[in-house]
């Protein structure tokens, strides 16, 4: 048995170096970082910094080329085969041609679910993101933020405690996106589960995380990693308050030191 405040996730001298057509590129320098079970860490910085490097080498989409890295205490490999995440894409990537309820079964399908567990666990999760009712629909007849809701429902269908979301919301509108965020704040707190979120924007990494990770790039590394102060409660008006706007400005700073080193 793992001990409770054992790490879910450890990286220790995490680097990545890519061997390209244009010679070396660092995607990850000396990156240390641990976290622990039920946090919400939201890693922030500019385009090239090595977030989806990380997320990648999490989910054993990547290999560092030196450091160690573990998950649930097993190699990134290990934990894959044990399903140990849930990963959500950018863009939904649900398949026209499947209805929701058929995009969600899909890998379950694959594992070798029974027909009955897999009906009993797409119920779940849809409930879970507020898409009951909307399993015979098929991707086109939902909303952008729909579909993106239909993604999550299906990266949690394996009950993985953790889940890896790159910027999951980054291409809808900001209304929708606000929903969403709450709307997740919601999964987060009811499922207990470990969230690593990549995103762009200062205000969702702030009302999201309980810790964020400012990383800048060439090469990719930490730059500043912030412990939320806020409470677990977060309704979208925190947003207003001086603890809010004092955290939007730290993220901020440690965004422009990073640049400063270009
Ligand atoms: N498979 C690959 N081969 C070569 N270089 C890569 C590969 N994947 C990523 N890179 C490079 O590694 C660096 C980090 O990329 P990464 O996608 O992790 O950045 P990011 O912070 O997620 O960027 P964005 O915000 O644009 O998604 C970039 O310079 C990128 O071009």
Excluded at 27 to 50: H, M, T, W, Y
Excluded at 51 to 56: I, M, N, P
Excluded at 130 to 152: T, V, Y
């Amino acid at each position: 048995m793992k001990q409770a405040d054992a790490p879910v996730i450890d990286a220790q001298g995490l680097n990545l170096i890519f061997q390209t057509a244009d010679g070396p590129v660092h995607a990850l320098k000396d990156v240390d970082l641990s976290i622990r079970k039920g946090e919400f860490v939201s890693f922030i910085g500019p385009s090239g910094c090595g977030k989806t490097t990380f997320l990648r080498v999490i989910a054993d989409l990547e290999q560092p080329t030196a450091g160690t890295i573990t998950v649930n205490g097993m190699s990134p490999e290990a934990a894959r085969k044990a399903r140990a995440y849930g990963y959500v894409f950018q863009a939904a990537g649900l398949y026209p041609w499947r209805t929701i309820e058929g995009n969600i079964r899909l890998p379950l399908e694959i594992m070798g679910f029974s027909r009955a567990e897999q009906a009993e666990r797409a119920q779940r999760v849809l409930e879970l993101v507020d898409l009951a009712g909307f399993g015979r629909k098929f991707p086109w007849q939902l909303s952008g933020g729909m579909q993106q809701r239909a993604s999550i429902a299906r990266a949690l269908a394996f009950d993985a405690d953790i889940l890896l979301m790159d910027e999951p919301f980054g291409a809808l509108d900001e209304i929708v996106r606000d929903h969403l965020n709450e709307q997740l704040l919601e999964l987060w707190k009811r499922t207990e589960k470990t969230i690593g979120f990549v995103t762009h924007s200062i205000p969702e990494a702030v009302y999201l995380s309980t810790r964020i990770v400012v990383m800048s790039p060439r090469p990719g590394r930490i730059s500043d990693i912030i412990d939320s102060p806020l409470p677990r409660e977060r309704p979208l008006d925190i947003r207003d308050s001086p603890e809010f706007i004092e955290v939007a400005h730290r993220v901020r700073e440690g965004l422009r030191a990073g640049h400063v080193d270009d």
